[in-house]
């Protein structure tokens, strides 16, 4: 961003939506609406807690493990049905599927499914990942460079080595794009999760909140959750960069 | 024919083969030997099947019917007496010039060490001393292809198939891949089959040249260039015969060219 011919640094934008946020809640227009001072104060205040801790690592714990077993599920799927036109036929169909379809309808049958409990908040988070990143890999896997496949093949590789040292590596710039967006869809999926099926971990601080017109600590949490979110969409995004520089140059 | 080809010491033979996509002949009982130590060339205009038939050699596409002998011994997959050499290097893009040269003997199961020692003799060889640690997108196609040869060499396998191998690389590179390749034929006492589309390449490297003519596919002229390949590399371009060959094959091939 430009502003008055001087290069402003990344991100600067954010500080002037911050400020236009301040301005706003001084106003006293709303009270759904308090100043970002304040709210980072009270973010001060709660980010301490036991309560705030204990919400944050029971989500971090579904997020994590929701999301770990998406991608260890996700890729070698996507991997197969790119290598494999009879599994691609049998399964693209139903990932096309539930990529789109409104999978917070799905929850409650999920519910019933497995319980109550942590278990069933994971499954939401890694069903809410898993298909992009299955067809970002099985797209990755579509475009690799025939001759790629064949130099393997004619210098003698098992399909494992195929699998591990071509077809991988090959397809890692759709991969890593696939769970940089499988990791945003999870955050939605995880708290989706906590505020359906059992009130923790943020989903519950967000009802807490909510429900007492608790609006600095509301937007306390949110703020958190935006923030990581962001980060690890960002460092997502810098592996990709970092392997990008053979994506356009797979013919090579 | 086939009395004296098993006179003479063949590398590969090949024996009635067919190859059919659907109901489209792309080789039709096509037979042919390739004899040790020497370099012959498929050379016909496009869509005659000369890819095809490499890459049957390889093992890369099998056969609708008939027999790809190596050695005497009939085969069915890639082998590790035969390495392959791409039109388009099919490099790996995210390892480097060494592990490139080294992945032939990787997959093989070699050690680390003693496959990074091989590696690093045939770079040298190839020329390309000082680039072993730099990726393929950061080197020129010439530089390229001499990776993806150093790769067919370092496995030492007796047999080369290059399927046109400098059709992706520069004039000039091309003229110094091909006096290159002499010497390798002549120091390597490997056997080398080559693709090409280019007349001119195919007499001046060739032992051997199997003029392949389309539709269906078989070959319809075995040239054996005998006066000038003891000459040195520059004046083989100004050799008579060299000349007459090239003359020959063009006037048998210009009816193919649309």
Known sequence: MKLFGYELPGMSSLILWGLLWE???????????????????????????????????????????????????????????????????LLLPWVNMFLSAPLTALVPVLMVLFGFGLKAIIITTALFAIWIIVLNARAGVLQINRSLVEMAHSFGASPKDAFFKIYFWAALPEILGGVRIGFIRAVKGVIIGQLLISIVGFGALFELYSANFLMKHFWAVLLVLFALAFLIAEFLAYLERRVAYYAARRSV | MSAKSQNTDNAVSVRNVYKNYGDVQALHDLSLDFPRGQLTSLLGPSGCGKTTLLKIIAGLLPASSGEILVNGQPVSGPGPDRAFVFQDFALLPWA??????????????????????????????????????????????????????????????????????????????????????LGLVKNENKTFLFVTHSIEEAVYVSDQIAILLPRPSRVSEIIRPSGFRHKDTDSIRRDSEYLDIVDKIWSSLRTYVE
Not at chain 1, 35 to 63: C, H, N, R, W
Not at chain 2, 132 to 149: A, D, F, I, K, T
């Open chain 1, 23 to 89: 301005l706003v809640g001084h106003l006293e227009l709303t009270f759904f609406l308090p100043p970002l001072s304040a709210i980072f104060q009270t973010l001060m205040e709660i980010g301490t807690t036991k309560v705030f801790i204990k919400a944050l690592s029971d989500t971090g714990y579904a997020f994590i493990v929701g999301t770990v077993s998406a991608i260890v599920i996700g890729i070698p799927v996507g991997i197969l049905m790119g290598k494999n036109r009879f599994i691609d036929e």
């Open chain 2, 96 to 181: 480097t010039v060494l592990r490139n040269v080294a992945f032939g003997l990787e997959l093989r199961g070699v050690v680390k060490s003693e496959r990074e020692a091989i590696a690093e003799k045939y770079i040298a060889d190839v020329g390309l001393k000082g680039f072993e640690h730099s990726y393929p997108h950061e080197l020129s196609g010439g530089m390229r292809q001499r990776v993806g040869l150093a790769r067919a060499l370092s496995v030492d396998a007796q047999v080369l198939l290059m399927d046109e191998p400098f059709s992706a690389v520069d004039e000039q590179t091309r003229r110094k891949f091909q006096e290159d390749l």
